[in-house]
């Protein structure tokens, strides 16, 4: 089983004793030989808390994520309760008499379990404040391990150095059975996570072994043999056909749980393994160490699927092959809520799928993984071809297919599942190849580098400096993306401009015809997962957006939640699907008669487009119509247009203030006012004085209104528009329309009315003198009643009391 084993975090600290994933935080736990507890922060590798517990050793640290809390049990009998955001003590009790070596907390009840090496097992009930509600005793050595059984949690195992596991029901303290497990003791006992399997795994104390059961008929299943060190733990992985060992010979062991064969086995010069924690929904694998931690993440995340045109999706869990048809989900399809499937199990395949490739007619079906490949038929899921190769690619047509078998070697296979002969493809022996892609020719990608290959006559068509991603054709093989990491392309294949070149005669380098592709749309966007349909290529962001491509143009679908996979699109159904890791199914909207209709609008096939646009639901109006816009048709989007307002816009683009007017008019929301204003202001640009009158005065812009009069010199409506501004309190637009009227006297009576004393006096003084004495009456008047006398008396002859002014 090929698996890649990926560190993401490694840091050295003292003996970690107990380590512990946070179900939904990036947090790892870490209980510490010297009494310490860290969380790591699993995104920087940094430790962002740290509690000072004991000063002597934590043997076990669990979280308990629904109440902010970790709880520890260390050798000083004790069972704590910290708030890991508070750093708060909730509880502290002596729990045991002797070490506390083990701990686990109940799924879903408030209960946590603890094993001692005062040989018994005692159960906490944190909701009736800590309280002992059950003692479990029958084990005569030290409890080593305790794990629950998530396919009935009101029971659980433990182990003990009494060489035995028992069965345990949480309602009574005797065991209600026992497995003589190893000849000299048990250390760990973890219970298998799937449904379909009644296996747990057992460690041997010190005789090296792991063993594997069948827990109802206590019988051994297989014993598998290897650490050259005593093994301290030994786990099912949750999403994997694996099992994870460690030891005291300072290594981590992989096992395969269909085969029992060792896979990989990884050192990271820590000494001894101790203890072992799975990521929920993640492959992530925590093991703690003498010398450290270590992160590691196996496999990939990413569930083995593929779908094919009419919506049926083949998908694996580990060995097992299962089918959905998602056109039974037409009538069960809400926009954006996840779909449990029930797949129906067609099969098993005999190696762990990395990925699957439905063959473009839909009949054949490969699994890639391990090195190997099988070709299944689609239909009745029967076994038609298999051999060795690490990468795989369908030609178009579906009777041609490629193998890649080591870095450098490729074979081409023809539709009756026989090696095609002759002297392979030009070229592909000199450098190493990572990944082959099918399509219209055969793709292949390296580093720094794709090239392109004819299927028959196996030349360069075209070799391109890139380091790419993923290389994908569109169903009519005209067109191909090609994703890399930051940004992704969509070439343009022009096979006449290949084929003329190739019956010129002109030799051809290893640089292929650079006119058999030409660009069509470079997006600075990071794609994640993407399909074709048509013209149109769909796909997933960085960013989790669902967007689509048609010509250079990208257009939203939707704001994904969270991280999904495409799967594909069903034209019968409108509706774009997509899975997240766990096979739930995510569906969207997505009218084929829009990719259609922005497809003929690209060719600049206007009648097609026409006929197109009666089968385009109305609720797609006005995305057509902001597409348009982009495409400079905006006479077109203004007919097509359901939105007021983005009609309203581009008749305002277009000058045509006629029809713009006319929404204004139907409007009489109090919001309008932004409509007759933006009409008015076009109206000014376009020299149309009295229609940008009406629209500022039904706007209200008294502003505008006042430039416009003064611009046309209409003295009449300026003296009516300085009244309407006093109606309204705008006293500077008044102050300005009366100063441009030349009426002095009312500029200085509406400064004195509203209490700008000190500059009607000032105006006065340079505009009507004869208003003086008036002015400098009300100043005084008001100085005086805001207890400023002497300023007052200044005021009235200022050069015989300059003291006043200075005093005040």
């Keep these: ?114 094993g001692s090496d005062d040989m018994s097992i005692k159960a906490w009930d944190w909701d009736k404040q800590w309280k002992c509600v059950q003692v479990f005793e029958g084990h005569t050595h030290f409890i080593m391990n305790l794990a629950f059984n998530l396919k009935d949690t009101n029971t659980f195992a433990s182990s003990c150095l009494d060489r035995s596991v028992k069965f345990w029901s949480l309602n009574s303290g005797t065991a209600h059975s026992s497995l003589e497990a190893h000849d000299k003791g048990v250390n760990y006992v973890e219970f298998y996570p799937g449904a379909d399997k009644p296996y747990l795994v057992t460690v041997g104390a010190d005789n090296l072994s792991i063993k594997i059961w069948d827990y109802f008929s206590k019988s051994c299943v297989q014993t598998m043999e290897g650490h050259t060190g005593n093994v301290s733990f030994a786990v099912f992985h949750p999403n994997l056909p694996v099992l994870i060992s460690g030891g005291d010979d300072g290594t981590v062991r992989i096992w395969n749980t269909d085969t029992y064969r060792l896979e990989n086995t990884l050192n990271y010069g820590l000494e001894r393994a101790w203890c072992v924690s799975m990521r929920k929904g993640s492959n992530d694998v925590a093991v703690g160490f003498d010398e450290g931690v270590v992160v590691v993440k196996i496999g990939r995340e990413e569930p083995s699927f593929s779908m094919d045109h009419s919506g049926k999706l083949v998908y694996t869990r580990n060995t097992e092959v299962l089918l959905a048809d998602l056109r039974a989900l037409e009538d069960a399809t809400t926009e954006g809520t996840p779909i449990p499937v029930s797949g129906r199990e067609i099969g098993s395949t005999e190696l762990f799928a990395s990925s699957l490739h439905h063959s473009p007619n839909g009949r054949f079906i490969t699994f890639v993984g391990d090195g190997e490949y099988i070709i299944y038929t689609a239909s009745s899921f029967r076994n038609r071809s298999f051999g060795t190769g690490t990468s795989f690619a369908w030609a178009s047509d579906s009777n041609t ?22 002297s392979g493809f030009k070229g592909a022996d000199t450098f190493i190849v990572e990944s082959l892609h099918g399509g219209p020719l055969l793709s292949a990608k390296g580093n720094g580098f794709v090239i392109f290959w004819d299927w028959e006559s196996c030349d360069i068509v075209r070799r391109i400096e890139i380091d790419a991603k993923i290389i994908i054709w569109s169903s009519n093989g005209d067109l191909v993306a090609i994703t890399s990491t930051d940004s992704f392309y969509v070439l343009r294949y022009d096979e006449d401009a290949y084929r003329a070149r190739v019956e010129s005669g002109t030799e051809i380098g290893d640089e292929g015809v650079e006119e058999a592709f030409d660009v069509v749309a470079e997006i600075s966007e990071t794609v994640a997962t993407s399909k074709w349909f048509g013209d149109c290529f769909i796909y997933t962001n960085s960013a ?120 204004a008019r139907s409007d009489p929301s109090p919001e309008n006012e932004a409509k007759w204003k933006a009409i008015g202001d076009r109206a000014l640009a376009t020299w149309r004085f009295d229609l940008a009158r009406e629209c500022f005065e039904n706007a209200g812009d008294l502003s505008a209104l006042l430039l416009l009069l003064l611009a046309i010199g209409d003295r009449t409506s300026l003296h009516s528009l300085g009244q309407k501004a006093l109606q309204e309190g705008q006293e500077n637009i008044a102050f300005t329309t009366l100063l441009q009227l030349g009426d002095a006297d009312a500029c200085v009576e509406l400064l004195l009315k509203t209490k700008r004393f000190a500059e009607a006096a000032l105006f006065a003084r340079t505009y009507a003198p004869s208003q003086i004495p008036q002015t400098i009456a009300a100043w005084k008047q008001d100085l005086a009643s805001g207890g400023k006398a002497n300023l007052a008396a200044a005021i009235a002859n200022p050069i015989e009391n300059p003291d006043l002014f200075e005093e005040d």
Aim: glycine share 4%; with cysteine; hydrophobic share 40%.
């Design 1 to 114: 089983m090929l698996l890649d084993v990926n560190r993401k975090l490694l840091s050295r600290s003292d003996r970690v004793k107990s380590v512990d994933f946070h179900p939904a935080e990036p947090w790892l736990l870490t209980g510490l030989f010297n009494g310490s507890v860290n969380i790591y922060n699993l995104e920087t590798g940094a430790i962002v808390k740290t509690f000072e517990v004991a000063t002597i050793p934590v043997r076990c640290v669990r979280f308990i994520a629904r109440k902010n809390w970790f709880v520890a049990g260390s050798d000083d009998y004790q069972l704590r309760i910290l708030n890991y955001n508070t750093h708060e003590k909730v509880a502290a009790f002596e729990a045991h008499l002797d070490y506390i070596r083990c701990l686990t907390v109940h799924p879903t009840a408030s209960i946590v379990l603890t």
């Design 401 to 422: 297919y490629a193998v890649l078998e080591g870095k450098t070697k490729i074979k081409v296979y023809n539709k009756f599942f026989k090696e095609r002969g002759g």
């Design 544 to 663: 989790n957006r669902l967007n689509y491509l048609i010509g250079t143009q990208t257009t939203t679908v939707t704001h994904l939640h969270t991280s999904l996979f495409l799967l594909g699109y069903i034209p019968a159904q409108n509706r774009l699907y997509l899975t997240d890791k766990t096979m739930n199914i995510y569906s969207y909207s997505f009218a084929v008669a829009v990719i259609e209709y922005e497809a003929a609008i690209l060719q600049n096939d206007l009648q097609t487009a026409a006929e197109i646009l009666p089968s385009i639901p109305n609720e797609y109006r006005s995305k057509i119509a902001r597409f348009l816009e982009t495409q400079g048709l905006k006479e077109l989007a203004i007919e097509i247009t359901t939105d007021l307002n983005h009609k309203f816009d581009l008749l305002l683009q277009l000058d045509d203030l006629d029809r713009a007017l006319e929404i």
